[in-house]
Nanobody, 122 residues
């Protein structure tokens, strides 16, 4: 397992942008697939985006495709989620996750961050 620390959440108006960061520490952190999930109040956790260890292969949920971009800095063991054109329905706690294989299923990830709140006002 690795330890994950997220940052970058906050309050933004609809149409605005935010960038989330997740720094990983621990053995072989750079070899893990990293992902972002989110959980809105009263809803189940849902997958947003994932990036493979190469940093080249990415995968997005349809709900964020074209608006969110996931990237990673292998040297810094940091993953980013650039969120543009934010909508009120994007309001959620965003969680960073790490696992040995990429998947939109949260069960594939064995390390989770503490979460960072993103609130989009209309």
């Amino acid at each position: 397992q690795v330890q994950l620390v997220e940052s970058g959440g906050g309050l933004v108006q609809a149409g605005g942008s935010l960038r989330l960061s997740c720094t990983a520490s621990g053995r072989a952190a750079s070899s893990y697939t990293m992902a972002w999930f989110r959980q809105a109040p009263g809803k189940e956790r849902e997958f947003a985006a994932a990036i493979w260890p190469s940093g080249v292969t990415t995968y997005y949920a349809d709900s964020v495709k074209g608006r969110f971009t996931i990237s990673r800095d292998t040297a810094e063991n940091t993953v980013y989620l650039q969120m543009n054109s934010l909508k009120p329905e994007d309001t959620a706690v965003f969680y960073c996750a790490a696992g040995p294989r990429g998947s939109p299923n949260g069960n594939a990830y064995n390390s989770w961050g503490q979460g960072t709140q993103v609130t989009v006002s209309s």
